[in-house]
């Protein structure tokens, strides 16, 4: 687990604990190893940059070649340990792990500093998160017509379970038990159905809109405000983004507001010809373009609350650009993993064929 706070991590208290000097004997390695116990020792030198780890394989190895409690750890320090970067997604990290069946790996910044350390054991347990999970529910959903004429948006079936469901169970399954949906549209039919969160184990609340407020304009109705950073995503994404990464990564950045993108390619159905004046200069056959877009799923901290005006609609991008104009950190966070729009009736048909089960898509 990276960390972000010695001071306040209880797994950073573990972690920080596995350091040892360079200075250190093979003795203290062992009664390190012994106490902390999650089988790897961090030597680090005067500038707490990573010099090595040692394992107790390492260590058995050098008693072996005759060494003993007293020799110094710089004999059987392995200074090769694949370590990673701050900024390297869990999935790529377990992904590591698996291909070089190791269960630790350290982390370093750009100066070599060790910063943190992953563990197999704890990135394979469910983290509970205390933050917010709001999630948009009061569209009108015009353009999925005929589907939503009785039936909100969020609710149309997907794999025989409404969007919105889907969603909710990705953020069970992130850690997150409690969610407060913004609705308007029929938002009737979504508290009949979910109610108080209880049949799946969680706290759901309610954000009632008036009139439509946009895509962030709901978030003024939230009372009291939150205390910590909150996800809000679209009711009509489906997709297996780690919405406990994402919150990650906004802490990590000491973003006020971090947006999701995506990378969107479009083929231009035709050869482009480049021209100076009259002149033909080049050609494009068919060339393909490349832009990040807004993936509908946001970090915001508590502050940003402050940019809203009660009852007054406000979509996110709006929201954003408040943010920058006083110089206010906003962040994109670039995700990889399946995501779909829900917005048309040709993407409804899309995600009920590439749906797949456990909550993951195939787009």
């Known amino acids: 687990m990276v ?7 209880e797994t950073d208290k573990i972690w920080c604990q596995a350091i040892l000097p360079e200075s250190s004997t093979i003795g203290q390695a062992i009664h390190n190893l ?71 790996i350290p982390v370093v910044d750009s100066q070599q500093q060790l910063v943190g350390l992953h563990l197999w054991e704890e990135m394979t347990t469910l983290s509970a998160r205390a933050n917010l999970m709001v999630i948009m529910a009061g569209g009108k959903g015009t353009r999925l017509l005929p589907h939503t004429q009785n039936c909100p948006k969020p609710m149309v079936l997907v794999a025989g379970k409404p969007m919105l469901e889907h969603i909710i169970e990705r953020g069970i399954l992130e850690g997150f038990n409690h969610f407060v949906l913004a609705i308007h549209h029929l938002g009737h039919i979504i508290e009949a159905h979910f109610g108080n969160g209880k049949r799946l184990g969680v706290r759901i609340d309610y954000l009632r809109e008036q009139s439509p407020l ?77 832009s990040h877009i807004n993936a509908g799923v946001y970090v915001l901290s508590p502050e940003v609350l402050n940019e809203l005006i009660a009852e007054a609609p406000c979509d996110m991008p709006v929201l954003f650009e408040r943010l920058q104009a006083k110089a206010k950190r906003t962040v994109a966070y670039p995700m990889h993993e399946p995501w779909l729009d829900v917005g048309r ?9 590439d749906f797949m089960v456990d909550n993951k898509v195939r787009v």
């Open 3 to 9: 960390s972000e706070d010695k001071s306040t991590s």
């Open 34 to 104: 012994d106490q902390v116990a999650i089988k790897i020792v961090l030597v680090v030198d005067k500038a707490n940059k990573l010099i090595g780890t040692i394992s107790d394989g390492d260590i058995r190895r050098g008693l072996l070649k005759g060494l003993d409690l007293n020799s110094p750890i710089a004999s059987i320090v392995h200074h090769n340990a694949l370590v990673v970067p701050p900024e390297m997604s869990r999935d790529m990290v377990m992904q590591l792990m698996v291909a070089n069946k190791i269960q630790q």
């Open 214 to 290: 946009g895509t962030a304009g709901a978030l003024g109705l939230l009372s009291p405000k939150p205390d910590a950073p909150f996800v809000v995503t679209n009711g009509d994404v489906i997709t297996d983004i780690r919405y406990g990464e994402l919150l990650d990564f906004h802490n990590r950045y000491h973003a006020s507001a971090t947006m999701a993108v995506r990378i969107h390619e479009w083929q231009h159905p035709f050869g482009v010809v480049k021209m100076q004046g009259v002149e033909i200069v080049g050609f494009d056959e068919k060339p393909v373009a490349r």
């Open 345 to 353: 009736p040709i993407d409804l048909q899309t995600a009920n064929s």
